[in-house]
């Protein structure tokens, strides 16, 4: 296990019967960075984290070795839990309070001081920009509110490691970039962040390292700039329209191609090339585009849906 690292897995293993969730996995995560775990539905990603914070039990294996900031999530639940806060993928608000009252009651949970967690309650409602909204009653909240409000009640006891899954899952693009704003300060202050998403462009913004899994198995790792500069060409010409395939069929060939019933895409690094294609197509025909996580995400782990899907 690395002593520099603030988690560290190592051959993680757990099944549920006959199905393998998560199957020799291995990662470590450094302090005061993101760590974004990426993956189809099914993926094994919520198991994970789950065995992180000893909502779940790995299977018996001789190679596991799991470290939270020193402790064995299998021995040392307690105290991970007092290092961590957890924002789960379901709204568990209490509807029938307002929203400091929501804050209160998990602040007891942690027995804090009662002018010690009004303070802390008033800092976080001012920083997840929701000091407006003290009194309101949760069920009177729009869906960002909530999900801010989520957010802020994991950072109660200050945590070390937040826990993200899913965060920001069905908000608005203005809502998103908030979060994603909040997540960056709270790295500067020293939090470690492990989320879980499927929107490409918030690893992208926020994770300084990503790991994408399938199956339960680990299929890369690394900077997600990294990435997409080792694993894939620089620019894209996406068909929209594939009855004009043939046309470019002689000039794109020899490019990386990937076909459906519906879109072409065409892969290079050479820009020209796929420039020179795209001026013989109609306008709405299709685009040209630099590559991104979402175009790595889908050749690594396939564009069809698998059965947990």
């Known amino acids: 296990m690395n002593s520099s690292s603030a988690l560290s897995v190592s051959h993680l ?20 960075t993101c760590f974004g775990v990426l993956g189809p539905n099914g993926a094994g990603k919520t198991t994970m984290m789950k065995t992180l914070y000893g909502k779940a039990e790995p299977d018996a294996h001789p190679d596991t070795r799991m470290e939270v900031f020193g402790f064995d999530p299998r021995r040392d639940q307690l105290r991970i839990k007092t290092l961590c806060g957890i924002v789960p993928q379901e709204d568990n608000l209490d ?34 920009e929701l000091g407006e909204k003290r009194t309101a009653r949760v069920r009177e909240l729009s869906g960002g509110m909530k999900r801010r409000l989520i957010i802020a009640r994991a950072l109660l006891n200050d945590p070390a ?15 998103r970039q908030l979060i994603w704003d909040k997540l960056r300060s ?22 300084d390292t990503i790991l994408i899994m399938d199956k339960g198995n680990r299929i890369m790792e690394g900077n997600p ?28 060939d020899g490019v990386h191609t990937e076909a459906s019933a519906e879109r072409v895409l065409y892969f290079s690094s050479d820009l020209a090339v796929l420039q020179e294609a795209a001026a013989r197509l109609e306008p709405g025909d ?16 396939g564009r069809r849906l698998n059965e947990l899907q």
């Open 186 to 207: 709270l790295k500067r202050e020293g939090v470690t962040i492990l989320l879980t998403t499927h929107y490409m462009e918030e690893a992208f913004q926020i994770a």
């Open 13 to 32: 293993f757990k099944s549920y019967g006959s199905l393998r969730a998560v199957n020799d996995l291995s990662f470590s995560v450094a302090p005061s």
């Open 225 to 252: 700039q990294r990435l997409l500069e080792e694993h894939l060409e620089r620019n894209v010409l996406e068909l929209m329209n594939v009855s004009r395939a043939e046309r470019l069929a002689q000039l794109l």
């Open 161 to 175: 490691l937040l826990i993200l899954d899913e965060p920001t899952t069905g908000l608005d693009p203005q809502v």
């Open 95 to 128: 509807v029938e309070l307002n929203v400091e009252q929501n804050l209160r009651i998990f602040a007891d949970f942690y027995a804090m001081p009662r002018k010690a967690a009004g303070d802390r309650i008033g800092y976080l409602l001012d920083f997840m």
């Open 286 to 301: 299709g685009v040209l585009r630099q590559t991104n996580l979402e175009d790595l995400f889908l050749r690594a782990t």
